[in-house]
């Protein structure tokens, strides 16, 4: 969102003046009072920190180093998407000349933008920006010390540039910054993150990272909710936004960042409504902005360990990767499916240091210029292979297919052919990964046996899926590849007609990618979240008119 605008239009959005009406709410439901100069409004980690609103003062955010991120005059307000997120603050807010503010709770604000669209019009959009300009400028969060290429280090870029959260990388390599850098980690080895200018975490792994980002406080269940949804890509976005605006009570859950195998994507182009074509990890902030605006929790990075049937009648629990317990009335399995892997030599060991399973910006940076590497036929790939074609010098695209027609849209077929720079590879397979610690060359092997070692700066690897469905196993029913089987497959009376994203579980759903016979596209998966929605109304519906037939008890 706004990410075609220059920073000065983005700034203009970040900082227009609240409207009166938006104001007089905002006071209703706020605490004015009186602030002196010097005085702190919320400080950095702050877990509770306020959405501020200067009357007649002037507040400035400055991060731990005194650097000023914004100057707030009066009629004008602080706060961007950490505030409706959960995570801590980044800043202190200091009041720098004297007057009046209003102060409001972030849960006030979080319920303000859900029911008030007014508020909503004004609030998101300004905090969208400036989350923008801070990534842009590097500034407020994460400072990310480790050599290029190492797959400690990319795991948590891959975490900070999916989710949004603004970081800067000094590679040691580069010494312009050799005086920073070993303020921060010393002799420069291995992977440091600074979290807000404050915590110093050596080798750290994605989940203490969030941790300290208080990023763990979105998953905080107070009371059981309607709808537990695991996996945030397509579906799951698509079904906690519908079921949150339906006033469903919605927690929403993914083991790495919003977007699944879609945020992969540099660019969708055959997605209705977006003739330009749009990023997936676009559409999936887009899509979790709606979801908060609507009252869904969204919690990342969290992993679902088990689920089974509540004590308490009626209600499913789901237990996560920290211990944490979630307890609802449905379950939507949205967890989808990850890349398979060439099982070749090699390959893991160079993961993350050129052997790669998404194409982004991220992982295109790193091998800028180079010649690399794609495998796959189908539409991910040929999305792949045209957005490296315009960061890398080559890009050979390999597929064991006879004819890149059988599995890839014809659009994106034309479009490699017609593209100078990348060559197609058919019959041909990838048969060893070649490098020490870095990955050097690969070899192909053509239909007719031959073999040739080719120099590749990285090879993308997307050559199919993998259902990710260990957590479910023994609790649905899954079908021979371990894709989760709903509907008539999982009932065996065709006239009972079940719902179609029915498991074998009443009140548990499978949708998207996940789910056994579905089509693998973002437009179906999308459909799928938010048709199950009327299911989960139905079961919900069901429990409460057996929890009213149920005798009273004096």
Not at 99 to 115: K, R, S, T
Not at 295 to 306: E, F, L, M, N, S
Not at 418 to 425: G, L, Q, S, Y
Not at 437 to 450: A, E, H, M, Y
């Amino acid at each position: 969102m706004f990410e075609d605008l220059n920073d000065e239009e983005l700034k203009r959005r970040a900082n227009s003046p609240l409207p009166a009406r938006v104001a007089a709410t905002l006071q209703a439901r706020g605490e004015r009072r009186s602030v002196a100069a010097g005085e702190a409004l919320f400080r950095v980690d702050d877990r509770a920190y306020p959405f501020v609103y200067a009357v007649s003062a002037t507040v400035q955010v400055r991060d731990l180093d005194g650097l000023v991120l914004g100057t707030f005059e009066p009629g004008q307000f602080t706060g961007e998407l950490g505030l409706l997120l959960g995570q801590t603050s980044f800043a202190d807010c200091i009041v720098t000349e004297p007057g009046e503010v209003v102060v409001v709770g972030a849960p006030d604000i979080a319920e303000l933008v859900q029911v008030d669209q007014e508020v909503s019009d004004v609030l998101l959009p300004a905090f969208s920006a400036r989350r923008l300009l801070l990534m842009r400028r590097q500034q407020g969060t994460l400072t990310l010390v480790g050599h290029e290429g190492v797959p400690a280090l990319q795991r948590v870029l891959e975490y900070a540039e999916r989710n949004r959260i603004p970081y800067r990388w000094l590679d040691p390599a580069d010494r312009t910054h050799k005086d920073e850098i070993r303020k921060i980690a010393g002799d420069g080895s291995g992977v440091t993150i600074l979290v807000r200018g404050r915590h110093v975490l050596h080798e750290p792994s994605v989940a203490e990272v969030a941790r300290a980002l208080g990023a763990e406080l979105a998953a905080d269940q107070l009371e059981p909710v309607d709808l537990i949804i695991a996996g945030a890509g397509p579906a799951g976005l698509s079904a906690a936004v519908y079921g949150a605006s339906e006033g469903l009570r919605t927690i929403l859950f993914d083991d790495v960042a919003i977007g699944g195998q879609s945020a992969a994507s540099s660019r969708i182009e055959n997605f209705l409504g977006f003739p330009t074509g749009v990023s997936g990890a676009d559409l999936a902030f887009r899509a979790e902005l709606q979801a908060i605006k609507f009252g869904a929790r969204v919690a990342v990075p969290y992993r679902a360990r088990k689920i089974q049937p509540s004590a308490r009648p009626g209600f499913y629990e789901v237990t996560l990767d920290d211990s944490t317990l979630l307890l609802g009335r449905t379950v939507v399995i949205a967890t989808g499916a990850r890349y398979r892997k060439l099982g070749v030599p090699e390959e893991e060991r160079l993961q993350g240091a050129g052997v790669y399973y998404a194409a982004t910006e991220l992982e295109a940076r790193v091998c800028r210029g180079q010649e690399v590497a794609v495998v796959g036929g189908g539409n991910s790939a040929g999305q792949a292979a045209m957005f490296l074609a315009t960061r890398a010098s080559g890009v050979r695209l390999v597929n064991r297919g006879r004819d890149l027609s059988e599995s890839m849209s014809q659009y994106l077929v034309e479009r490699l052919r017609r593209t100078a720079n990348v060559k197609i590879d058919t019959h041909s397979e990838v048969v060893e990964i070649l490098g020490d610690g870095r990955l050097r060359s690969v070899k192909i092997r053509d239909g007719d046996g031959q073999v040739v070692e080719r120099s590749v700066g990285g090879i993308f690897i997307m050559i199919g899926a993998v259902p990710c469905t260990g957590w479910v196993k023994g609790a649905v029913r899954l079908d021979d590849r371990g894709f989760v089987l709903t509907g008539a497959a999982c009932e065996p009376d065709a006239s009972a007609r079940p719902n179609p994203f029915q498991t074998s579980l009443p009140g548990v759903f499978a949708v998207g990618d996940v789910r056994s016979g579905s089509v693998k596209r973002v437009a179906s998966a999308v459909g799928e979240g938010a048709v199950v929605v009327q299911a989960v109304h139905a079961r919900l519906a069901s429990l409460r008119e057996a929890e009213s037939r149920e005798p009273v008890t004096l």
